[in-house]
Protein backbone atom coordinates (compact mmCIF):
# COMPACT_ATOMS: atom_id res chain seq x y z
CA UNK A 1 0.00 0.00 0.00
CA UNK A 2 1.02 3.76 -0.54
CA UNK A 3 0.21 6.48 2.04
CA UNK A 4 0.61 10.19 1.16
CA UNK A 5 0.79 12.22 4.57
CA UNK A 6 0.36 15.72 4.39
CA UNK A 7 1.76 18.66 7.14
CA UNK A 8 1.80 22.25 7.48
CA UNK A 9 -1.74 23.21 7.21
CA UNK A 10 -2.66 25.90 9.72
CA UNK A 11 -4.41 29.72 10.29
CA UNK A 12 -2.30 32.67 8.99
CA UNK A 13 -2.89 35.96 8.28
CA UNK A 14 -3.61 37.46 4.71
CA UNK A 15 -0.07 37.78 3.86
CA UNK A 16 1.48 35.73 5.45
CA UNK A 17 3.20 32.38 4.53
CA UNK A 18 3.23 28.33 5.00
CA UNK A 19 5.17 25.65 3.95
CA UNK A 20 3.70 22.18 3.10
CA UNK A 21 4.95 19.33 3.27
CA UNK A 22 3.98 15.51 1.76
CA UNK A 23 5.99 12.58 2.48
CA UNK A 24 4.79 9.24 0.25
CA UNK A 25 5.74 6.02 1.62
CA UNK A 26 4.94 2.60 1.05
CA UNK A 27 5.74 0.03 -1.43
CA UNK A 28 6.99 2.40 -4.25
CA UNK A 29 8.68 1.82 -7.09
CA UNK A 30 8.91 5.50 -8.92
CA UNK A 31 7.08 8.59 -8.78
CA UNK A 32 6.38 10.56 -11.88
CA UNK A 33 4.82 13.89 -11.04
CA UNK A 34 3.65 14.79 -7.46
CA UNK A 35 1.34 17.82 -6.74
CA UNK A 36 -1.23 19.85 -4.83
CA UNK A 37 -4.57 20.53 -5.45
CA UNK A 38 -7.21 22.31 -2.95
CA UNK A 39 -10.60 22.33 -2.47
CA UNK A 40 -12.79 25.38 -0.60
CA UNK A 41 -16.16 24.37 0.56
CA UNK A 42 -19.17 24.22 -2.23
CA UNK A 43 -16.09 24.59 -4.61
CA UNK A 44 -14.54 21.67 -7.03
CA UNK A 45 -10.82 20.89 -7.02
CA UNK A 46 -8.61 22.69 -8.19
CA UNK A 47 -5.33 22.49 -9.55
CA UNK A 48 -2.16 24.26 -7.79
CA UNK A 49 0.95 23.16 -8.52
CA UNK A 50 2.65 19.84 -9.97
CA UNK A 51 6.04 18.95 -10.50
CA UNK A 52 7.83 16.39 -12.85
CA UNK A 53 10.47 13.53 -11.77
CA UNK A 54 13.05 16.21 -13.43
CA UNK A 55 11.91 19.62 -11.11
CA UNK A 56 9.68 21.21 -14.24
CA UNK A 57 7.23 22.57 -12.39
CA UNK A 58 3.29 23.90 -13.28
CA UNK A 59 1.25 26.33 -11.62
CA UNK A 60 -2.79 27.50 -11.67
CA UNK A 61 -2.36 31.51 -12.77
CA UNK A 62 -4.10 32.35 -9.42
CA UNK A 63 -0.64 31.44 -7.61
CA UNK A 64 1.90 32.15 -9.75
CA UNK A 65 4.62 34.31 -8.19
CA UNK A 66 3.50 33.55 -4.98
CA UNK A 67 3.53 29.84 -4.44
CA UNK A 68 6.87 27.46 -5.29
CA UNK A 69 6.69 23.67 -5.65
CA UNK A 70 9.71 21.84 -4.89
CA UNK A 71 10.66 17.73 -4.15
CA UNK A 72 13.16 15.64 -2.89
CA UNK A 73 13.11 12.40 -5.18
CA UNK A 74 15.57 10.76 -2.14
CA UNK A 75 12.60 11.24 0.26
CA UNK A 76 9.82 10.82 -1.81
CA UNK A 77 8.65 14.37 -0.43
CA UNK A 78 6.96 17.52 -2.44
CA UNK A 79 6.90 20.56 -0.43
CA UNK A 80 4.90 23.74 -1.16
CA UNK A 81 6.37 27.31 -0.13
CA UNK A 82 3.43 29.55 -0.13
CA UNK A 83 3.83 33.13 0.30
CA UNK A 84 1.63 36.34 0.25
CA UNK A 85 -1.38 34.45 1.10
CA UNK A 86 -4.51 35.53 0.55
CA UNK A 87 -8.02 34.90 1.66
CA UNK A 88 -8.80 33.17 -1.21
CA UNK A 89 -5.90 30.95 -0.62
CA UNK A 90 -8.64 29.01 2.11
CA UNK A 91 -8.94 25.64 1.45
CA UNK A 92 -8.16 22.14 2.64
CA UNK A 93 -4.55 21.14 0.23
CA UNK A 94 -4.26 17.74 -0.78
CA UNK A 95 -0.78 16.09 -1.90
CA UNK A 96 -1.21 13.76 -4.82
CA UNK A 97 1.64 11.75 -6.71
CA UNK A 98 1.35 9.40 -9.60
CA UNK A 99 3.46 6.36 -9.24
CA UNK A 100 4.64 3.13 -9.52
CA UNK A 101 4.79 0.47 -7.32
CA UNK A 102 6.52 -1.84 -8.67
CA UNK A 103 8.54 -1.84 -12.28
CA UNK A 104 5.63 -4.33 -13.93
CA UNK A 105 2.53 -1.93 -12.70
CA UNK A 106 1.12 0.98 -15.00
CA UNK A 107 1.53 4.34 -12.88
CA UNK A 108 -2.13 5.04 -10.72
CA UNK A 109 -2.17 8.72 -8.90
CA UNK A 110 -2.94 8.71 -4.88
CA UNK A 111 -4.22 11.23 -2.56
CA UNK A 112 -3.18 12.35 0.70
CA UNK A 113 -5.88 12.66 3.46
CA UNK A 114 -5.91 16.85 2.95
CA UNK A 115 -4.65 19.37 5.02
CA UNK A 116 -6.55 22.75 5.80
CA UNK A 117 -5.29 25.80 5.20
CA UNK A 118 -6.98 29.14 6.41
CA UNK A 119 -6.19 32.25 5.87
CA UNK A 120 -8.16 35.32 8.18
CA UNK A 121 -7.34 38.35 10.24
Known amino acids: QVQLVESGGGLVQPGGSLRLSCAAS????????MGWYRQAPGKQRELVAT???????NYADSVKGRFTISRDNNKNMVYLQMNSLKPEDTAVYYC???????????????WGQGTQVTVSS
Open 96 to 110: TADLRRTSREESTTW
Open 26 to 33: GRIFSINY
Open 51 to 57: ITRGDIP
